[in-house]
């Protein structure tokens, strides 16, 4: 049995194809709004990174003036409408997004990410990590489906953290730690050290900036 009328048949189609096209287009605006704002979050956290490298009296205002720089850029007219949106939320720099991040534990990278210690004991991962919440992605498409499983979540399930590790310099205050006990360790080595004299066999302090 064959139909004799097949009109709205072409007109079916279309609607079908325009719901696939607007859905795999709204796809694509996440994808590209989102790898748009990571580079805007990787740059504050590189710049928030390099404030906190800076050398200053202690490591708690090392800490203090990185929190300001965070702050300036993620509440500024150019990216907070965008960074406090309902797309997307960098949240507060806490004491967990500043220092240390090789060893585990101390300073996790909100997933359970850590870094195992490198064999010289060094830190190796130093610096700044920014915790990026991105609901846009969280979508539910026609006919696609759900990009998530975790849609009912604040994030949608999808969130990522940017780090920028460029170490830290040392502080005035351990400066000067460190030269007082060089100084107490060298008076200590022979009677000659404990009179500052200019004589070639006597200690002889020279005071300078450095360590």
């Given amino acids: 049995m064959s139909l004799r009328n097949n009109r709205g048949f072409l007109a079916a ?27 805007i979050t990787q740059y504050i956290a590189f710049s928030t990174a390099r404030t906190f490298f800076a050398g200053h009296i202690n490591s708690e205002t090392q800490g203090e003036i990185a929190i300001q720089k965070y702050v300036s850029l993620v ?6 409408p965008l960074l406090h949106s309902s797309w997307f939320d960098a949240p507060p720099l806490g ?32 610096g700044i990590s920014v915790n990026l919440l991105m609901p ?4 539910n498409v026609p006919f696609f489906g759900p990009t998530s499983r975790n849609l009912d979540e604040p994030s949608g399930g999808f969130s990522s953290v940017l780090t920028a590790f460029l170490g830290r310099e040392i502080t005035q205050k351990k400066c000067s730690e460190f030269v007082r006990d060089r100084l107490s360790r060298i008076l200590t080595l022979h009677s000659s050290y404990n009179t500052a004299s200019s ?12 360590c």
Avoid: C, Q, R, W
């Fill in 75 to 80: 509440e500024s007219d150019a990216f907070g």
């Fill in 13 to 39: 189609d279309f609607i079908f194809s325009m719901i696939l096209v607007m859905g795999f287009g709204s796809i694509l605006f996440a994808v590209s709004l989102t790898l748009t704002t990571v580079e």
């Fill in 95 to 126: 004491p967990s997004g500043m220092g240390d991040h090789t060893t585990s534990g101390k300073h996790n990278l909100s997933h359970g990410a850590t870094y195992s210690p490198s064999s010289s004991g060094l830190n190796m991962f130093y």
């Fill in 199 to 210: 004589g070639s066999t006597n200690y002889t302090p020279v005071v300078d900036n450095g």
């Fill in 136 to 139: 846009l992605m969280a979508l």
